[in-house]
């Protein structure tokens, strides 16, 4: 169902006057130290945000997809790192609500929609990433429990978050997710906690996991008995939630870089003009707001055709290729614009450029978006 025009407008320019006003100015002393936006991130759960595409009946505000990207590109072009403390969360929310009991969604998603309660997705292990059958993380049975062990890598919100989706796989290789709940931190009865350090996508923490004989009630299965065996499942529908966050997140830092850019051309001279007049730069530009603008129109494509609640494993995989590819292309020529000023963090455009390739990576690499399309494709057109 679509949200009314006038209500998601009116939710989008709210946020966007915060991004402007509050985020804005402050990105870049979170982001290179590395420090939690603790304010910024309560100011979202404010909004609802942490339950928007929910429906009111759990405590959410019901939205649908196309305003959701919208809100991401806002936050994004702020500061992309906000987006991905969204994303893992409402993949985990997505979850619950698809393939979890009734019991489970009454549960667990209204905490989770009024942000109290923060939620991590653990999919990805070292030698497990986008081959997610190769994961070697398992879950016994042992009584009325099932006993965990394991280590999980990439756990965005893993140090905050009360709860974990957790893929594991049972004896009998039954990848299966389980709900992890544990109190904030890095210290939890048998999990230990290992900050990942990196490029970019600073200021959230990134965490490994691992898991020695952690107990989870059987009940904490997603979808109770009969989720035996569909984790998988899950988090590859859920996925397409976060392949349209990680699109729409990447338009918010190719928009960033496009206006970045567009204001210092008309600022900066050389040879006695701006260098917005030399014609070089004025086509680079023309360049960078054409694909900016298909960037973002296929990323509200996928959204749509979700909001329709028909899979949209082809076009949320063409979005976040393209998407994710374009980011790291304007990013890097908003960086050859600025010259040498680009290459400093007196300008932003070098964290635009150090965020850009997350979206390459997250939620499946360009590469596995290609493999993904090509099977859609031979499906649509196969000739028999």
């Known amino acids: ?25 402050n990105a870049s002393t979170f982001e290179l130290a590395d420090e939690f936006p603790d304010a910024m991130v309560e100011q979202m759960k404010a909004f609802g945000l942490f339950g928007c595409v929910i429906p009111e009946q759990y405590g959410g505000l019901g939205l649908d997809h196309i305003t959701y990207a919208r809100l991401i590109e806002e936050i994004s072009r702020g500061f992309m790192s906000l987006g991905g403390v969204l994303n893992s969360h409402l993949i985990v929310c997505t979850m619950i609500l698809r393939f979890g009991t009734e019991a489970q969604r009454e549960r667990w998603l209204p905490d989770l929609c009024s942000g109290e309660t923060r939620a991590a997705f653990s999919l990805s292990e070292h030698d497990a990433g986008s081959d997610a059958k190769a994961m070697t993380c398992r879950a016994v049975p042992d009584g009325k429990d099932y006993v965990i062990n394991g280590t999980k890598m990439w756990v965005t919100n893993g140090e905050r978050a009360r709860i974990v989706a957790l893929i594991a796989k049972t004896p009998d290789d039954r990848v299966t997710c389980f709900i992890i709940e544990k109190d904030p931190g890095t210290d939890f009865e048998n999990i230990t906690f290992q900050k990942v350090e990196k490029l970019g996508y600073r200021g959230l923490e990134t965490m490994e996991m691992t898991y020695v004989d952690q107990r989870v009630p059987a009940e904490n299965m997603l979808g109770d008995l009969a989720g035996m065996g569909r984790g998988l499942n899950a988090a590859l529908s859920a996925l397409e939630l976060g392949r349209i966050n990680i699109a729409a997140r990447a338009v918010g830092v190719a928009r960033a870089s496009f206006e970045a850019a567009m204001a210092y051309a008309q600022q900066r001279e050389t040879f006695g003009k701006k260098i917005y007049d030399h014609q070089v730069i004025a086509f680079k530009l023309a360049d960078m707001a054409t694909k900016l603008e298909a960037a973002r129109l296929m990323c509200h494509s996928a959204a749509r055709k979700l909001d329709e609640g028909i899979r949209a494993d082809l076009e949320a995989g063409m979005a976040k290729l393209f998407c994710s590819e374009t980011a790291a292309e304007l990013a890097f020529e908003a960086m050859r614009i600025h010259g040498g000023n680009g290459y400093t963090s007196e300008y932003p455009v070098e964290r635009y450029y150090r965020d850009a390739p997350l979206m390459i990576i997250g939620e499946g690499t360009s590469e596995i978006q290609k493999m993904v399309i090509a099977r859609q494709l031979l499906d649509k057109y196969r000739v028999d």
């Open 1 to 25: 169902m679509a949200t009314d025009l006038d209500i998601a407008d009116q939710i989008v320019e709210t946020v966007a006057r915060w991004v402007d006003n509050e985020v804005v100015p």
